[in-house]
């Protein structure tokens, strides 16, 4: 009798331990980082800008110690250098699930970039809708326009109808947008009189319709971020790897807002 009620016992101490157990692996379930739950990463889409493209051009006060060989075009192929914002939110959106140990390569699992030096909104369109098609992605980052302005010479509202088509692409392949406000930038650099006053008016614009955007979509104000000047800027039009990672936390703080 004593060893069926010691058998009983033991079978009850045990099933309860199971439960405990139970509970516990469901505690620290709950508690621990959900790594898989946003690892889709997010697209960062645009131009120059988004490539993170600098280390060419002479500025007056940004970069005075900088000349121009008679080549341009080989000087950029041979001296360019790359510092993508999306390195640095990668490692954001790394380190806010504790999965950043793995440095660099971890981030790359977060955040990648997909940009085209020199190309206007409307080119860009075709290139975007394919890298939409290598998703799965978390989210679309989009900043383009500075070149239909400065160099087509394309209105502030030609350039917004370009923006929105990018934008209807990642809506139609069902990723969520971030769109950027376009950088400040020093045009008297390339051009002066009407010219000048036209296209800075229309850049302010485009910035300003991006901006009137909030109210159906994730806006990310890079312009009010980035002031114009050797902290942030490497030349008259590009951010430095220091302006970079500051449109970088911009852009983590708007996929956090809005809870992408």
Same mark, same amino acid.
């Given at each position: ?89 990668? =490692?954001?959106?790394?380190? $806010?699930? !504790?999965?950043?140990?793995? @440095?660099?390569?971890?981030?790359? %699992?977060? +955040?990648?970039? #997909? ?65 950027? =406000?376009?950088?400040?930038? $020093?045009? !008297?650099?390339?051009?002066? @009189?009407?010219?000048?006053?036209? %296209?800075? +008016?229309?850049? #302010? ?56």
């Amino acid at each position: 009798m004593l060893g069926g009620i010691r058998t009983a016992v033991l079978r009850h101490v045990s099933r309860l331990l199971h439960g405990c157990g139970s509970l516990l692996h469901r505690l620290a379930a709950l508690c621990t980082p959900r790594l898989n739950d946003h690892v889709r990463p997010v697209l960062c889409f645009g131009d120059s800008i988004t490539e993170g493209y600098h280390n060419i051009w002479p500025h007056k006060t940004i970069a005075p110690q900088r000349t121009l060989p008679a080549n341009v075009n080989s000087h950029e192929h041979a001296a360019l250098l790359c510092h993508p914002y999306s390195i640095r939110l990668g =490692s954001l959106l790394a380190d $806010d699930v !504790g999965d950043g140990a793995g @440095g660099y390569k971890d981030s790359l %699992r977060y +955040a990648r970039a #997909r940009a085209y030096s020199g190309w206007t909104a409307e080119e860009l369109l075709p290139v975007l809708r394919r890298s939409l098609r290598e998703g799965p992605w978390r989210c679309a980052v989009i900043m383009a326009g500075c070149n239909d302005i400065l160099w087509r010479n394309a209105s502030a509202a030609t350039t917004l109808t370009h923006l929105e088509a990018l934008y209807a692409a990642c809506d139609e392949a069902g990723v969520p947008v971030v769109a950027l =406000s376009n950088t400040e930038a $020093d045009l !008297g650099e390339f051009f002066s @009189g009407e010219q000048l006053a036209e %296209r800075t +008016a229309a850049l #302010r614009e485009v910035a300003a319709g991006v901006l009137q955007m909030r109210s159906k979509r994730a806006v990310a104000d890079v312009r009010a971020a980035l002031p114009l000047g050797a902290q942030h800027f490497d030349d008259a039009l590009h951010p430095s790897p220091a302006g970079s990672d500051r449109i970088a936390e911009a852009v983590f703080q708007a996929i956090k807002l809005h809870g992408l």
